[in-house]
């Protein structure tokens, strides 16, 4: 009985700490919400949080947003860089990782020092040289300009180092012994046991691209090959504040994601729970 | 013996240069030689569009070790990323442990930490602004004060750090989630076996077989937390009398490279800050080799 | 894994086929084109009225016209980029705060040849302060787009609340302050103000007041500092005595802006430039709002508004063509368009800005049914336009203004010698200028 009640109230305990923590999560985005059905005076008065205004709620701010750009190619393009962004970040930083964490060679913590020093600079020094590389190979406005700052990740690289650093010897030497090569060992057995990394590494460079706003800015000006932050930004223009439209925007631009990150949700937390393979 | 082990460590390190050929490649081109340029940059007084750059040595560097500017934004950020690592590592670390378990909700509970995530950073500073805002924000109407979030010096960068570490648990949760679940059940029965309770169980084995991810996170929430730099930028106002107090040393850097159009002497404070994260990534990396022996 | 692998394949096909589909289409129509220019700005509530002049222009002459908006840091940095190598649209505005750079480091086309050929566009109908700017001793690299005044912008409903009479243009910035201090007054429990002014609002806010009372913020060369000047350093203790007690604290200024405050009825007047209408255009209050000129100051004490003591700072954009373009002669022939009388009657009409040309000011005023817009354009008559200070890096400056009148503005320092020391910092910064 009394190991019961313990644990009922470590429950109710646990629930009233997330709970707690949700509202504070989920504040903003509920402001965000109801500030996108606003008109201008009614954003900034003072009760943000008026639920029922007098004249109702206000659509036409999502229809004004929607017809200032061509949503459907700028979700698409979206979605491009993303995928193409996560496909080629995955594979060169799970192969690096896999280097860095498990193999011996010459000249390896040199090699991983730069991986270190990339992110140890600010983003904002890279852009103009990317820009101007694009640039010279003429592929601004393109898929590819999109996708090559992200093509590679030292971030990534390190997350995997660290997925593959800690697998159990055993394993491999296993492998080994029946005969395997390095690249088979690689393949076959190392790379499924670090499926939550990889899982892992796949959210965020995913995030990381969508959030990424300069860069598609400055080499896909143009409003067809854009993306979706990008367009955002545009929407604020130079002297505007107007807090519904810029709202009711980013809400049209977290939709896919959200969407995306709903259906694949049970895949994702699946994808982070290792399968089997532990002794 | 001696022969075929020579041929295997060969052999590996024949594989070990293949495999990180394409990420140090990409490194080179798309990152180091922005670096160098960089460096070059800070050793000119720019002319603009590198029209007309003049090599000046050492100048700007003598220049930058006497201003009093970068070094009080340098404290900023060292005061943001302490306050901002440890509270962010620590409550994703509870709400992971938490959510590793098969309560109810689970699901709702780890989308609802990830959201903001998925949304603009710029949307994000946005709401906080109005929120932090001192006579219409949520805040000072929830709590019924006139408390001066933005602009008060002593305030002000807490309440930007509050921001990131908002920002920033959805992140370390997933990760940490992921870690927990590597962790076999076996440890954990074995020690219940033995009597130990939850929280020693705790302390003596998930946190240890964590420590590798958490080095991880704790790494590259400081790199990214001695960067920061949209933050302050969206929130705190120019006007406001709190701003030399927030202002982070990337945003002194973005000040006089983009909006002065000073470009090399931005490129010594990037250069600076890249000595200084240098530093402490080692000294990181030093600790994390020293607990993490396996 | 696999499945959600082979879900996301398909996905992506299908997603590929969408972008490569609409790409077609759209080369069918350039098939007959002559060519394209792509021009670049950065206020996208100017897009629509200068895309269809562009459109009109464009059926004429056969090209296709692109226009690109950016937000105004990337649009800088996107020039920049594109100067050092990249692609640069083939016309592009120009701003005081970069102007000088742009000019020194050729990037700009030098226009003079130009306009000799070009009947339609002599220098001398466009407002002088503006073509100034765009020129340097080689001639001229930018063609006036606009120009831009400052006016008074008032809440009738605030003044109606509280039984003051709405304010004329007869008014001094004395009457302004008590104005202001009468409506904060009565406000008080309300939590209504009657002015605002902040350290950062310069050109729409103190500059007008310093020239009103004679002083001056940078000399007429650009090379001197003009705050430390005894005219200037009066009027930073007028705004200092006599409005700022008027306005809310210096907090809250941080905090919350001007115009937040004063269509959400917390505000009484607020000082602002003819490039915002539109953005107040679109309230649903707007009936609320009113515009009136800005007040004089009687330096001689005469009683009558003389020369130079009613003043409102201008400022305006210019068109220029990048030096390396292609298709110089078509882009000079839609700079002309846009430049042009008809090109700048038409602009103003589509209540885009205030026109660069002379004496168009009253068919902007008129684009907004409903409002009467004449405080922007008779100040013109009625007063003295001062171009806005400038100087080549004059962004240095004009950030450390924000930040060094900070403890002047809330009263931990002198307005005096903030400003005779801020005068020290700026003559510093223009000697590094001039080195």
Not at chain 1, 112 to 129: A, D, E, H, K, W
Not at chain 2, 85 to 92: L, M, Q
Request: proline share 3%; charged share 15%.
């Amino acid at each position: 009985m009394k190991y019961q009640s313990k644990q009922n109230i470590n429950s109710i305990v646990t629930h009233i700490v997330l709970i707690c923590g949700s509202i504070c999560m989920l504040l903003p985005f509920i402001w965000m919400f109801l500030t996108a059905f606003k008109t201008r005076s009614q954003s900034v008065s003072v009760n943000p949080f008026y639920f029922f205004p007098h004249e109702g709620w206000h659509f036409e701010n999502f229809s004004e947003v929607w017809n200032s750009y061509n949503f459907l190619r700028l979700y698409a393009n979206t979605l491009l860089m993303i995928f193409f962004r996560v496909l080629f970040a995955c594979l060169t930083a799970t192969m690096a990782g896999y280097a860095f964490g498990r193999l011996k060679f010459q000249g390896k913590s040199f090699f991983f020092s730069l991986v270190l020093i990339q992110m140890m600079v600010p983003s904002q020094i890279f852009i103009i040289p990317q820009y101007l590389m694009v640039s010279k190979l003429h592929l601004l406005n393109t898929q590819f300009a999109l996708v090559f700052p992200g093509a590679v990740s030292a971030f990534g690289t390190y997350l995997l180092k660290q997925g593959y650093q800690f697998l159990p010897k055993e394993l491999e030497e296993a492998a080994e012994l029946d005969g395997c090569s390095i690249w088979q060992r690689f393949t076959k057995i190392m790379l499924p046991l670090t499926k939550s990394s990889m899982v892992s590494l796949g959210i965020f460079t995913a995030l990381f691209a969508y959030k990424d706003m300069m860069w598609p800015m400055i080499a896909c000006n143009k409003s067809t090959h854009t993306t979706l932050s990008a367009a955002l930004a545009k929407l604020q223009g130079q002297f505007t504040s107007n807090y519904p439209q810029l709202m009711a925007g980013a809400l049209m631009a977290i939709i896919p994601m959200l969407v995306i990150y709903l259906l694949f949700q049970r895949q994702f937390m699946e994808g982070i729970t290792t399968t089997g393979g532990k002794l | 013996m001696q022969k075929m082990r020579t041929l295997k460590s060969k052999t590996e390190a024949k594989w070990g240069l293949i495999l990180i050929a394409p990420t140090i490649i990409g490194l080179l081109i798309l990152n180091f030689y922005p670096i160098i340029s960089t460096i070059y940059l800070s050793l000119c007084k720019t002319g603009d569009f590198g029209i007309g750059n003049k090599f000046i040595g050492y100048d700007n560097y003598i220049t930058l070790f006497q201003d009093k500017e970068v070094f009080h934004s340098l404290i900023n950020t060292f005061k943001y990323t302490i306050i901002e690592v440890p509270f962010s590592i620590v409550i994703s670390l509870i709400l992971a442990s938490l959510l590793n378990h098969n309560i109810f909700g689970r699901t709702s509970y780890r989308t609802i930490y990830f959201l903001p995530m998925i949304c603009a950073p710029a949307a994000v500073a946005m709401v906080w602004r109005w929120m932090f805002n001192q006579d219409f924000g949520l805040l000072n109407m929830i709590f019924r004060s006139n408390v001066a979030w933005v602009t008060d010096p002593n305030i002000a960068w807490i309440c930007v750090a509050i921001v990131g570490v908002w920002s920033s648990i959805g992140y370390n949760m997933v990760l940490l989630i992921g870690a927990l679940q590597d962790i076999p059940r076996d440890y954990y029965e074995a020690a219940t076996i033995d009597g130990a309770s939850a929280i020693k169980s705790f302390f003596h084995i998930t946190i240890p077989m964590l420590l590798p991810m958490l080095f991880f996170i704790i790494l590259t929430g400081v790199i990214g937390a001695l960067q920061l730099f949209d933050l302050p930028y969206m929130i705190i106002n120019r006007s406001s009398r709190a701003f030399s107090d927030v202002q982070t040393i990337t945003y002194l850097f973005y000040t006089y490279s983009f909006e002065h159009s000073n470009r090399g002497y931005g490129a010594t404070i990037v250069i600076f800050m890249l000595l200084i994260i240098g530093i402490i990534t080692y000294g990181i990396q030093k600790l994390e080799k020293k607990w993490c022996s396996v | 894994m696999k499945k959600i692998l082979s879900i996301l394949l398909s996905f992506v096909v299908v997603i590929s086929f969408i972008s490569c589909g609409k790409s077609n289409t759209s080369n069918v129509s350039k098939v007959d084109k002559k060519g394209s220019l792509t021009v670049a700005i950065w206020d996208n509530n100017q897009l629509k009225g200068l895309q269809q002049i562009a459109n009109e222009w464009g059926e004429k002459s056969g090209y296709d016209v692109e226009f690109e908006v950016f937000d105004w840091s990337t649009y800088w940095t996107m020039l920049e980029a594109g100067v050092s190598g990249g692609e640069m649209p083939d016309i592009f505005w120009m701003h005081s705060s970069y102007a000088q750079m742009y000019m020194d480091s050729n990037v700009l086309l030098n226009l003079n040849s130009e306009i000799a050929k070009d009947d339609a566009i002599d220098i001398a109908n466009y407002y002088p302060g503006i073509s100034n700017l765009y020129s340097n001793k080689d001639g001229h690299y930018a063609i006036p787009k606009d120009h831009d005044t400052i006016a008074v912008v008032y809440n009738k409903s605030i003044f109606d609340k509280y039984g003051i009479a709405y304010p004329t243009k007869a008014w001094t910035w004395e009457d302004f302050a008590s104005i202001a201090q009468e409506i904060t007054d009565k406000g008080k429990t309300d939590g209504v103000y009657g002015a605002y002014l902040d350290c950062g609002n310069n050109q729409s806010g103190w500059y007008n007041i310093i020239y009103a009372f004679g002083g001056e913020v940078i000399n007429d060369d650009h090379t001197k500092s003009g705050m430390d000047n005894p005219n200037t350093i009066k009027a930073m203790n007028f705004v200092k005595d006599k409005i700022l007690p008027a306005c809310p604290s210096q907090d809250s200024m941080a905090n919350t802006a001007g115009d937040t405050m004063l269509i959400s009825n917390k505000l009484g007047m607020y000082i602002d430039g003819s490039w915002m209408v539109n953005s107040y255009y679109s309230l649903d209050n707007i009936d609320d709002l009113a515009w009136v000129e800005l007040p004089w100051e009687d330096v001689n004490n005469n009683n009558i508004c003389d020369e130079g003591e009613r003043v409102s700072i201008y400022n305006g954009l210019g068109w220029s063509i990048y030096e390396g373009t292609e298709n110089s002669d078509a882009a000079w022939s839609l700079t002309s368009a846009l430049t042009s009388k008809e090109g700048q009657i038409k602009q103003s009409e589509l209540g885009v800005t205030m026109s660069g040309y002379v004496g168009l000011s009253d068919q902007w005023a008129s684009s907004f049914e409903g409002i009467d817009l004449s405080a922007y354009t008779d100040i013109e008559n009625d007063g003295t336009l001062i171009f806005r200070p400038y100087s080549k890096y004059a962004g240095r400056w004009e950030d450390y203004f924000t930040e060094a009148f900070i403890p002047a503005w809330n009263g931990s320092a002198s307005m005096t010698d903030t400003c005779k020391s801020i005068a020290t910092y700026m003559n510093g910064l223009l000697d590094s200028e001039n080195e």
